[in-house]
């Protein structure tokens, strides 16, 4: 089965998207005019890097009221990433944005964090906001289960995820994210 929480985007007061955790087809009996209004809105990819943009306030449950999920991403040199999130709804919520690793995810300081693999580190500085709720867990994700049956799997541990949440709720939030490697 999966899960929002298992991919680097978005919860609403810990709900995910489409009809998430309600089987293996998140999208099974969800709107096609509302998935229609999550899209790419601006992207423009050059030899020196890219610059991508997108709505996807439409790939979450009209019961959550999102207005706008704007993720802008961009690479603003090599080996540097901007990730750009602004959230807008209609009542108050607790916003939170998942990173994954599939090693550990280390505190490198104040809304600093690093994950290595084979020598090799991401460093990830959260700027906004700047008064989060950060926590590092255990990353479990469904495992595969028996064809015909894969949202059967087991729960298996792999790695851990950095789960960041508003502190408090809101119509509206805004994490920015800078990445370097």
Same mark, same amino acid.
């Given at each position: 089965m999966p899960l &929002? !929480? @298992?991919?680097? &985007?978005l919860l609403v007061d810990g709900h995910g998207q489409g009809h998430d955790g309600k089987g293996h087809d998140a999208w099974a009996g969800f709107p096609y005019a509302q998935m229609n209004k999550a899209w790419i809105t601006h992207a423009d990819l050059s030899v020196? %890097? /890219? #610059? !991508? @943009? %997108?709505e996807g306030a439409g790939a979450y449950d009209s019961s959550l009221g999102l207005k706008r999920y704007v993720r802008r991403i961009k690479m603003t040199a090599p080996g540097k990433i901007e990730v750009n999130d602004l959230v807008e709804s209609g009542a108050p919520h607790i916003f939170t944005e998942i990173l994954h690793s599939d090693t550990k995810v280390e505190q490198a300081g104040s809304q600093k964090y690093q994950i290595k693999v084979e020598g090799v580190a991401l460093n990830a500085f959260l700027r906004l906001p700047s008064q989060a709720s950060s926590k590092i867990k255990p990353n479990i994700v469904m495992g595969p289960g028996r064809p015909g049956s894969v949202d059967k799997g087991s729960l298996e541990p792999r790695g851990e995820r950095l789960v960041v949440s508003t502190?408090?709720?809101?119509? =509206?939030?805004? /994490?920015?994210? #800078? /990445? =370097? /490697?």
């Open positions: &929002t !929480i @298992e991919h680097n &985007t020196r %890097g /890219f #610059d !991508i @943009e %997108g502190t408090k709720a809101a119509t =509206s939030a805004q /994490f920015g994210w #800078d /990445f =370097s /490697f």
